[in-house]
Nanobody
Framework: QVQLVESGGGLVQAGGSLRLSCAAS????????MGWYRQAPGKQRELFAV???????NYADSVKGRFTTSRDNAKNTVYLQMNSLKHEDTGVYYC????????????????WGKGTLVTVSS
């Protein structure tokens, strides 16, 4: 089994910053890409940031220049630094991992965290 646990959400004023973490643990051989998603109230879940195993990143236009994702492979953890937060960034933030399991070896398994709530007051 593999678990993903997000942390770091909370209430922040517009213009402020938050740093989220997503720690993966369990039967992991290697982690390939990891993604950050968010779901605003009444809207569908959307992908807004991806980081590859080599550290390459890609961002949605809505967060480009404000959000930065990074990873610590030794800790199986990814981070999301969110700056200049806006009210429209409010939502539940999820991480997602594409990984290879160790025993038995299984490639390309996808796991989700349970999410952490980010509320940006205007």
């Amino acid at each position: 089994q593999v678990q993903l646990v997000e942390s770091g959400g909370g209430l922040v004023q517009a213009g402020g910053s938050l740093r989220l973490s997503c720690a993966a643990s369990g039967n992991i051989f290697s982690i390939n890409a990891m993604g950050w998603y968010r779901q605003a109230p009444g809207k569908q879940r959307e992908l807004f940031a991806v980081i590859t195993s080599g550290g390459g990143t890609n961002y949605a236009d809505s967060v480009k220049g404000r959000f930065t994702t990074s990873r610590d492979n030794a800790k199986n953890t990814v981070y999301l630094q969110m700056n200049s937060l806006k009210h429209e960034d409010t939502g539940v933030y999820y991480c997602n991992a594409d990984l290879d399991e160790l025993v038995p070896i299984r490639y390309g398994m996808v796991y989700w965290g349970k999410g952490t709530l980010v509320t940006v007051s205007s």
